[in-house]
């Protein structure tokens, strides 16, 4: 690839280019059992994902849940895959070229957007060369997590930084941390939520659920639980809501050990008994609508709120590629390119 030796200044008669990539977390490439175990094992390797020691994980991990969790996972992706492929791809792929498109209207800036998944394709890898090959010689890298955590910021961090071990001259490069008190993000949140409670009423309960990490991680000093706390506050003043019937809840928990709490589907198997009815969720944590909002919250979770006797469960879509949503991702950018 050429990016890891490449040394001449002019590449193909152009000058030195700003360029930007946006970064997601990834996804298999088709919905089933063989992608998804390689998709899986990629991710379930990350140490700043499973901060387990090695030698044990790497056997939990080979040996039990690489043999029994992709075959679920795929029928799971199954359920929410179209014909375009995973909602995840298609709505990060509609936010490179909204990006891109507004960035040249608004700003007058003609520089290349691509998108790099941190696990899957198109690779993080990739994209870098795709930036090279246009001789981009300053990177503004964006990782499309609203609120940092290690486990997804960071790792993203890791992986562009493993890039550039192996190239001999690296790029200016900008890391946006994180974007979760943006004005231009949570303007385009309360946009979101102020259309849906026009077009269904006001619910007795807004839940903003953002996935989960273990509870240790916090401990240890990942500041992501306050963020999303921080993201909940913001949007309750500018909207002006009743912070008693907002709620900040987490979701996507996996194994044994306490994860951040309190958990969404716990918290909405609850709230019928306890007199709420009419629930709406959000996932603000997300900036594209994934498994884990279309099939964990606006199928599963919606069933067990139903089942236990609510009346009303609507689900608010990510932002994904909307038109206020495209508009803040490349304000942000924006504030880093010349």
Known sequence: MRYRGQTDYDHKGSSPRQGVLLCNLGTPDAPKTAELRRYLK?????????????????LILNLIILRIRPARSAKLYRSVWTDEGSPLLVNSRAQVEGVQRVLEQTYGKEVPVVLGMRYGNPSIDAAIEQLTEMNVRDITVLPLYPQYSGATTGSTFDAVADVFKCTR?????????GYHQSVEFIDALCGSIERHIAAHGQPDKLVMSYHGTPQRYLTNGDPYHCMCHQTTRLVVERMNLDKDRVMTTFQSRFGREPWLQPYTDETLEAMPEQGVKHVAVICPGFSSDCLETIEEINMEARESFLDAGGEQFHYISCLNDSEEHIDALAAIVNKYLD
């Open 169 to 177: 001259w690296v790029p200016q490069l900008q890391f946006v941390g």
């Open 42 to 58: 990629q991710f379930l390797s990350d140490p700043r994902v499973v901060e387990v020691p090695k030698l044990i994980w790497w």
